[in-house]
């Protein structure tokens, strides 16, 4: 056999290797569909709440400022809200996760807080991760304006080069930017007046 016969052979192993070798550093760096876990609220969150003057508040309508919001995504890989597939919604259950375990929340209440998702972003790129979320909050009172301010929470971490490090590391940072978000609104001055 000619050594120009053995290069052929040769070449597509090497090709072969270096797809597969791609694939690999694709796998470990991009990750699959995933859902955003339940909003476990956080004990300072209920602690501020439960210190609040004032009674128990109901909830509203939380809407997104347009539908795009709705939709985040790790690594090229899809990260849906389990509530309705909509971080309004998901906004919306966190808030009531945090009134439920403070003993603030009644449905019959004359206080009634609105929510609309103003932004939201979630960035897992290699080093440096990232999260932002900003929402008008508003607070009705027997049918009267009291409270209408948009807040926000922002996160960074360090996000790891290996996906299934990194993946569930945004998952839990989105949740804690969530957090952050609700305790600026609980600590809010005018907030805490118009309850």
Same mark, same amino acid.
């Given at each position: 056999?000619?050594?120009?016969? $053995?290069? #052929?052979? /040769?070449?597509?192993? @090497?090709?072969? /290797?270096?797809?597969?070798?791609?694939?690999? %550093?694709? &796998?470990?760096? +991009?990750?699959? !569909?995933? %859902? #955003?876990?339940?909003?476990?609220?956080?004990?300072?969150? @209920?602690? +501020?709440?439960?210190?609040?003057? *004032?009674?128990? %508040?109901?909830?509203?309508? =939380?809407?997104?400022? $347009?539908?795009?919001?709705?939709?985040?995504?790790?690594?090229?890989? &899809? =990260?849906?809200?389990?509530?309705?597939?909509?971080? &309004?919604?998901?906004?919306? &259950?966190?808030?009531?996760?945090?009134?439920?375990?403070?003993?603030?929340?009644?449905?019959?209440?004359?206080?009634?807080?609105? *929510?609309e998702l103003?932004?939201?972003?979630?960035?897992?790129?290699?080093?440096?991760?990232?999260?932002?979320?900003?929402?008008?909050? @508003?607070? /009705?009172?027997?049918? $009267?304006?009291?409270?209408?301010?948009?807040?926000?929470?922002?996160?960074?971490?360090?996000?790891?080069?290996?996906? !299934?490090?990194?993946?569930?590391?945004?998952?839990? $940072?989105?949740?804690?930017? /969530?957090?952050?978000?609700l305790s600026?609104? =609980?600590?809010?001055?005018? =907030?805490?007046?118009?309850?």
């Amino acid at each position: 056999m000619s050594a120009r016969h $053995n290069i #052929a052979p /040769m070449t597509r192993l @090497v090709h072969m /290797m270096g797809t597969l070798g791609a694939c690999a %550093v694709l &796998a470990l760096v +991009t990750g699959c !569909a995933s %859902v #955003a876990p339940a909003y476990q609220p956080s004990n300072e969150n @209920v602690r +501020t709440l439960q210190a609040l003057p *004032g009674g128990k %508040v109901a909830l509203g309508e =939380f809407t997104a400022k $347009n539908e795009s919001l709705n939709h985040l995504s790790i690594r090229g890989g &899809a =990260f849906d809200s389990q509530y309705k597939a909509s971080y &309004a919604e998901y906004l919306k &259950a966190a808030l009531r996760a945090e009134l439920e375990n403070s003993g603030k929340l009644d449905a019959a209440s004359h206080i009634i807080i609105t *929510g609309e998702l103003l932004s939201n972003s979630l960035d897992a790129s290699i080093g440096t991760g990232h999260a932002s979320i900003s929402a008008r909050i @508003v607070v /009705m009172r027997d049918g $009267n304006k009291v409270f209408d301010k948009v807040l926000s929470g922002a996160s960074e971490w360090e996000s790891s080069f290996v996906g !299934a490090v990194a993946i569930p590391a945004a998952q839990q $940072n989105y949740a804690a930017t /969530m957090k952050k978000l609700l305790s600026n609104l =609980f600590t809010d001055g005018d =907030f805490r007046k118009a309850l």
